[in-house]
Structures are given as C-alpha cells and as structure tokens.
C-alpha cells in the first residue's frame, strides 16, 4: 500500500487544486501516508485495469453517535468521473462501516461542487456545522 502512496498523493493534488486547495507533493504524501498509518484496513486504492484511478482513505474517531467513519480523503480522477466508480467506492465503505460496527459515516463536501449533490443522492445529509479555520 505504501507503493501506492505517490499515485495517489498525484491525484489528491490533482483533483483537490480544481477547488483551490493547494497540496503539493510533500504535504499530500505526508497527510495520505498519516492516515494510512493511523487507520490500517480503512485505506483504499481505486484501481481499473492495473491503474490507480482514485483514492478513499477514512479514519476513526468516537462521538455523539458513536463510532464515525470519516471519510477524510476521496476522490476519482477527472477523467474517470461520472463512470460509476465514486458510487462503488461508496457502496464499498458502506458496507464495510455496517460489518465494523461503525455508527456513522461523515465528510467534509463543499456546497458549491458537483459532488455535494452526489453525496446527497447516497443519503448523506448537510449539517448546520461549518469547519472554521484559524493561521497560527
């Protein structure tokens, strides 16, 4: 898995810019190699005919509900969108979440992206909470 890191940390990079997040190969590498780290089995490549095509890394964490999946790091290149892929992915973490006994599953989707309404259309719901962010 840790060969698939740099393939992935491209398409993190990749896709994420077109929203104006500004990764660079250091800060993707060491962000997707932390939660690989921390969150073994929760990790996934997304691959099409020996190609990685996409990337879900998830983590853990207990809350109000129980026990969250977090979907921290997802996305499909560009030119494989719309293929069914990201509906599969979802399908898969689904599932996965249901057999490990996870409560909820939960991301961060920006309102103004297309994905937002695909998020929607597999069940999840906007929250009234907003991340802040503070530069120390």
């Known amino acids: 898995m840790k060969a698939d890191l740099p393939p992935c940390a491209r398409i993190l990079i990749e896709e994420f810019s077109k929203q104006g997040e500004q990764w660079n190969k250091e800060s993707a590498a060491a962000r997707l190699s932390e939660l690989l780290d ?3 089995g929760l990790c996934f490549c997304l691959e099409l005919e020996g190609e990685i095509i996409g990337l879900l890394f998830c983590e853990k964490f207990s809350y109000v509900k129980g026990t969250y ?4 790091e997802f996305a ?5 969108q719309g293929e069914g892929h990201g509906l599969e992915a979802l399908k898969f ?3 996965l979440a249901k057999k490990k006994g996870f409560n909820v599953l939960i991301l961060a989707a920006n309102e103004k992206e297309k994905a937002f309404s695909f998020y929607q259309k597999f069940g999840f719901e906007a929250t009234n909470y907003r991340f802040m962010e503070k530069d120390v």
């Not at 999946?69 to 921290?72: A, D, E, G, K, R």
């Not at 499909?76 to 494989?80: D, N, P, W």
């Open 76 to 80: 499909i290149t560009s030119e494989h």
């Open 93 to 95: 973490i689904d599932e």
């Open 38 to 40: 921390d969150n073994p």
């Open 69 to 72: 999946l977090w979907l921290s």
